[in-house]
């Protein structure tokens, strides 16, 4: 089993629609999360992180984490052709030697 | 502001050459400094980590070496290249700052390389 399971996709939705991007995974000592965005020939942003669970909101960005459940989202509100993009999850214990785990990605496009 | 500067941006290279790709940062002491490898439609794959100078963890057994010779420069290099070997190549630099920004990890723009 992967530490972290992301759907792949690719998905595909209409402007202005709510988009829910999820990772799961197996680690209970995972800390801290993040949501990165990728768009194509060019090195990941980060977009948002978070740390243990809980709600964080950013403009029309949305990650929860649900530390019971292995469980974390990302929601993006009033979709746009912008958001056209691979969207990584990734997770660290955080220690300064402990790794980043990525999830291998989920592809989104935002159809006008 | 902390940047992060990555070179070659593309690079076409035979079977059996040699590579070097190069990696600083700016803005920041002592970070950790991150290879990843990104094969097309496939995730990130970790290839080394170091958290100093002459420091380098290697995460899979290949025919690719990494160095830092500098605090803030990491290099990935190899003597003979594979066909194998083509993919994007991303470094990244890592925040350990947690009670300001959190753990995060940020990266630069990346490398192509097509082995051929």
């Known amino acids: 089993q992967k530490e972290v399971e992301q759907d792949p996709g690719p998905l595909s939705v209409p402007e202005g629609a709510i988009v829910s991007l999820n990772c799961t995974y197996s680690n209970s000592a995972f800390q801290y999360f993040m949501w990165y965005r990728q768009y194509s020939r060019k090195g990941p942003e980060l977009l948002m992180y978070t740390y243990s669970s809980g709600n964080k909101e950013d403009g029309r960005f949305t990650a929860q984490v649900d530390k019971s459940s292995k469980y974390i989202s990302l929601f993006i509100r009033d979709s746009q052709p912008s958001d056209s993009a691979t969207y990584l999850c990734a997770m660290s214990e955080y220690s300064s030697a402990s790794k980043i785990i990525f999830g291998s990605g989920t592809r989104l496009s935002i159809r006008p | 502001s902390q940047t992060i500067h990555q070179w070659p941006a593309t690079l076409v290279q035979p079977v059996g050459s040699p590579l070097s790709l190069e990696c600083t940062v700016e803005?920041?002491?002592?970070?950790?400094l991150y290879w990843y490898r990104q094969a097309a439609g496939r995730g990130l794959q970790l290839l080394f980590y170091s958290v100093g100078i002459g420091q380098i963890s290697s995460e899979v057994p290949q025919n690719l070496s990494a160095s830092r010779p500098q605090d803030r420069q990491f290099i990935l290099s190899s003597k003979k290249l594979l066909l194998s070997d083509s993919g994007f190549y991303l470094c990244?630099?890592?925040?350990?700052?947690?009670?300001?920004?959190?753990?995060?990890?940020?990266f630069g723009e990346g490398s192509w390389l097509t082995v051929v």
């Open positions: 803005g920041t002491s002592n970070p950790n």
């Open positions: 990244a630099w890592r925040d350990l700052l947690a009670a300001t920004v959190g753990d995060t990890i940020y």
